[in-house]
């Protein structure tokens, strides 16, 4: 096996998810395989911005070097946290617009949460983050809940784009995924290459 780059993986689930369910179950033995830690972090993500921030901070180690991987608004906070500790991310159809695209919930509700207007005003000014350590950006064009357009558009030349046909908002390209774990954790760095 090749030297591990990184000592974990963190997840950071999307608005109304949690830290189980799937995704964290294919994670769970991508880390066992790769003899890497994982932390499936757990925060409220109809809560404000400085609070989902804190939340997810306590619940990362200091020491060594990780890997943060976030799905929709999760994207946002593993962009956000990557920046804040100096390393790369991995985002599956980011949602990166918080301020904008959680207006949509405000009236609606999604698996027993709401978006409290605090909430979303609390995003204000903080909408695309730019990733400055590493990113691969991999978007499903079958998502029907995020137009991912914009995302695109502020990450081309700040991360990998892989534009991924067919799929869902939860993201279901895991044999995808895999490989760009692997490849990270191998290389410690993307390359830039625009596929």
């Given at each position: 096996m090749t030297t591990a780059f990184f000592d974990r993986i963190i997840y950071i689930h999307g608005?109304?998810?949690?830290?189980?369910?799937?995704?964290?179950?294919?994670?769970?033995?991508?880390?066992?395989?790769?003899?890497?830690?994982?932390?499936?972090?757990?925060?409220?993500?109809?809560?404000?911005?400085?609070?989902?921030?804190a939340k997810i901070k306590a619940q990362i180690p200091t020491d060594g070097n990780?890997?943060?991987?976030?799905?929709?608004?999760?994207?946002?906070?593993?962009?956000?946290?990557?920046?804040?500790?100096?390393?790369?991310?991995?985002?599956?159809?980011?949602?990166?617009?918080p301020y904008h695209?959680?207006?949509?919930?405000?009236?609606?509700?999604?698996n027993g949460l709401f978006s409290n207007i605090s909430a979303i005003e609390s995003y204000?000014?903080?909408?695309?983050?730019?990733?400055?350590?590493?990113?691969?950006?991999?978007f499903e064009t079958g998502d029907d809940v995020l137009d991912h357009s914009a995302a695109i558009e502020h990450l081309k030349e700040h991360a990998a784009i892989n534009i991924i046909e067919g799929g869902s908002h939860r993201f279901e390209s895991y044999d995808l995924l895999k490989k760009e774990i692997i490849d990270l954790n191998n290389r410690g760095v993307f390359d830039y290459d625009g596929d």
């Amino acid at each position: 096996m090749t030297t591990a780059f990184f000592d974990r993986i963190i997840y950071i689930h999307g608005f109304g998810s949690s830290s189980n369910g799937n995704k964290v179950s294919f994670l769970k033995e991508i880390a066992k395989e790769l003899e890497l830690d994982l932390i499936a972090v757990d925060y409220d993500s109809s809560a404000s911005y400085e609070d989902c921030v804190a939340k997810i901070k306590a619940q990362i180690p200091t020491d060594g070097n990780s890997m943060f991987i976030g799905t929709s608004l999760g994207a946002f906070y593993a962009i956000t946290l990557a920046n804040m500790t100096e390393n790369p991310c991995i985002v599956l159809n980011p949602s990166l617009d918080p301020y904008h695209s959680l207006r949509k919930y405000l009236d609606k509700l999604v698996n027993g949460l709401f978006s409290n207007i605090s909430a979303i005003e609390s995003y204000q000014g903080k909408s695309f983050p730019k990733p400055q350590y590493g990113c691969r950006a991999m978007f499903e064009t079958g998502d029907d809940v995020l137009d991912h357009s914009a995302a695109i558009e502020h990450l081309k030349e700040h991360a990998a784009i892989n534009i991924i046909e067919g799929g869902s908002h939860r993201f279901e390209s895991y044999d995808l995924l895999k490989k760009e774990i692997i490849d990270l954790n191998n290389r410690g760095v993307f390359d830039y290459d625009g596929d």
